[in-house]
Every structure is written in C-alpha cells, then in structure tokens.
C-alpha cells in the first residue's frame, strides 16, 4: 500500500501565493512520476502539471507560467508552488503517484485532496 498525504491548501486572495506539498509513503520501490492535478465544483478532475522521474515536465495551459512543480526524491514529495492565484483557480488539488512497490507490483495512488479557495 501506497499512501499520498497533501498539506498547504487553504484561503487565499488573487494574486496571492499558495505551496502545496504531498507525501509519498508505505512500501515505495521506486516512482515513476508525480502529479497534482484539481477538481471545481462541477467540473472533471483536470490534471494541473507532472514532473516524470529523469523525463519531462508538463503543465496545463491555464497554469503555465504560475505555477512550479518540483519534486524531493529522497523524500518521495512532491510540491506544487502556486503564484498570481486567479478565483479560476479554486478547486480541491489531488497529488497522485504511480511507480513500483517493493514486491514488484505497479501502483498508482491518490491523496485526500486539499481545498484552495482564491477569493477576495
């Protein structure tokens, strides 16, 4: 079992900053990506950016430019440094993880989700 713990959600005024951060534990053979992605009320999970173990890094248009992930992994963290926040950006944020486990199985894991409310 694989579990993903978010942190650093809450309220904020546009075009105020935000860092979220995720938390990778149990039984973690390696990780193949890391990713935040975000749900609004009424809408579809979209995904916000992902950051590739030794590959690429991609974000969505709508944050591109505001937004930073970067990951720690010695620590099996992920973070997601959010600036020039827009009302359009409130939504709960979802860190997943997909990678191997010590057996050798595959995984990929969600976080609880953490609220970001932009708004004056």
């Known amino acids: 079992q694989v579990q993903l713990v978010e942190s650093g959600g809450g309220l904020v005024q546009p075009g105020g900053s935000l860092r979220l951060s995720c938390v990778a534990s149990?039984?973690?053979?390696?990780?193949?990506?890391m990713a935040w992605y975000r749900q609004a009320p009424g809408k579809q999970r979209e995904l916000v950016a992902i950051?590739?173990?030794?590959?690429?890094?991609n974000y969505a248009d709508s944050v591109d430019g505001r937004f930073t992930i970067s990951r720690d992994n010695a620590k099996n963290t992920v973070y997601l440094r959010m600036n020039t926040l827009k009302p359009a950006d409130t939504a709960v944020y979802y860190c997943?993880?997909?990678?191997?486990?010590?057996?050798?199985?595959?995984?990929?894991?969600w976080g609880q989700g953490t609220q970001v409310t932009v708004s004056s």
């Open positions: 997943n993880a997909d990678g191997l486990t010590i057996p050798g199985e595959d995984f990929g894991s």
């Open positions: 950051m590739h173990t030794g590959g690429p890094t």
């Open positions: 149990g039984n973690i053979f390696s990780i193949n990506a």
